[in-house]
């Protein structure tokens, strides 16, 4: 299994990224495919997270209104559009998958750097 974050980069505060996920390996059919970023000497956060079908997204609340996560199954891709971008959203982001019941991300991808200037 294989995961793939990019789309990360250097935004002024204010802008929008697009980060990408490529979920290779395996049929992700029954998995849900979740965001994280940690930001250096921060723990790791949790951002948002779908099930492949669809048919359910979470975010925490602290995420809420300015991330949006989807998915496109025909080309095993989950995106995140991360907009209203602010310096403390800088943070290395990574996808990382689990299947649907279980508790735990088992499948984790290298991250991408987002850094938002002020």
């Known amino acids: 299994v294989q995961l793939q974050a990019s789309g990360g980069g250097l935004v002024q505060a204010g802008g929008s990224l697009r980060l990408s996920c490529a979920a290779s390996?395996?049929?992700?059919?029954?998995?849900?495919i979740g965001w994280f970023r940690q930001a250096p000497g921060k723990e790791r956060e949790f951002v948002a997270r779908i099930k492949w079908s669809g048919d359910s997204i979470y975010y925490p609340d602290s995420m809420k209104g300015r991330f949006t996560i989807s998915r496109d199954t025909a080309s095993n891709m989950v995106y995140l559009q991360m907009n209203s971008l602010k310096p403390e959203d800088t943070a290395v982001y990574y996808c990382?998958?689990?299947?649907?019941?279980?508790?735990?991300?088992?499948?984790w991808g290298r991250g991408t750097q987002v850094t938002v200037s002020s």
């Open positions: 390996g395996r049929s992700f059919s029954n998995y849900v």
């Open positions: 990382a998958a689990k299947m649907a019941s279980g508790p735990q991300y088992i499948y």
